[in-house]
């Protein structure tokens, strides 16, 4: 649950950037492609623990990854990889605060979510 609750505001980023620019959402590829992706990663986030591969609990009841871990936050990873291109590229469209806001706000999320992929934390 954790887990799906992080991965929803993401595709509000790319929303609030699109109506920043005063695009249409409803024709926007950018904002189809981001959901297509979310819906992946609610599939994949939903078999996960029917498929073993992703996560196992040992019997010194610890929390560990599994070899198809890696495969679980890539479709968030490439949200916020696809929403950072869509502030590069619409940032004639916008004013230099709104750019600036962000990037700071995406290029953190962005390096964290990957870092969590290839480094375990817990």
């Known amino acids: 649950m954790e887990s799906l609750l992080l991965a929803f505001p ?16 409803k024709s926007n590829g950018l904002l189809r492609t981001v959901l297509v992706l979310l819906v992946i990663y609610c599939v994949v986030l939903a078999s996960a623990p029917f498929i073993g591969g992703f996560a196992y609990v040992t019997p010194g009841n610890q929390y560990s990854r599994g070899p198809l871990y890696p495969l679980l936050p890539l479709p968030s990873v490439a949200i916020l990889l696809l929403t950072l291109a869509g502030v590069l590229r619409r940032r004639a469209q916008m004013s230099h605060k709104a750019f600036l806001r962000f990037i700071i706000a995406l290029v953190p999320m962005t390096v964290a979510l990957i870092l969590q992929v290839f480094v375990d934390l817990l």
Request: contains cysteine; negative net charge.
């Open 10 to 25: 993401l595709p509000m980023l790319t929303v609030y950037i699109l109506h920043t620019c005063g695009e249409n959402l």
